[in-house]
Nanobody
Framework: QVQLVESGGGLVQAEGSLRLSCAAS????????MGWFRQAPGKEREFVAT????????YYADSVKGRFTISRDNAKNTVYLQMNRLKPEDTAVYFC????????????????WGQGTQVTVSS
């Protein structure tokens, strides 16, 4: 399995931006599809974005499409989530995730989770 460590969360005002990073170690990072999920208090963990092992294909939840961008640098074993035009409803703990499916859009696809990083958007 791959080990994942997120960073970059914090407090930001509405319409602001944050970039999350997820550093991977362990098995070959470039063989994994990567994704970001989030969980708000009292809610289930939900899909945010995913990227294939090559970085050629990405998918997004409708709620973040056009505002968030997922990318990866296989040479640095890192995946990123650039979040722009943040809204208070984006407030959640954000989790990095890895799986061997072509993409990871469901928690059932996930083999490894990071510990999570808090993102809080104030209005």
């Amino acid at each position: 399995q791959v080990q994942l460590v997120e960073s970059g969360g914090g407090l930001v005002q509405a319409e602001g931006s944050l970039r999350l990073s997820c550093a991977a170690s362990g098995r070959t990072f470039s063989t994994y599809a990567m994704g970001w999920f989030r969980q708000a208090p009292g809610k289930e963990r939900e899909f945010v974005a995913t990227i294939t092992w090559s970085g050629a294909t990405t998918y997004y939840a409708d709620s973040v499409k056009g505002r968030f961008t997922i990318s990866r640098d296989n040479a640095k074993n890192t995946v990123y989530l650039q979040m722009n035009r943040l809204k208070p409803e984006d407030t959640a703990v954000y989790f990095c995730a890895a799986g061997t499916s072509p993409v990871v859009r469901s928690t059932a696809d996930i083999e490894s989770w990071g510990q999570g990083t808090q993102v809080t958007v104030s209005s």
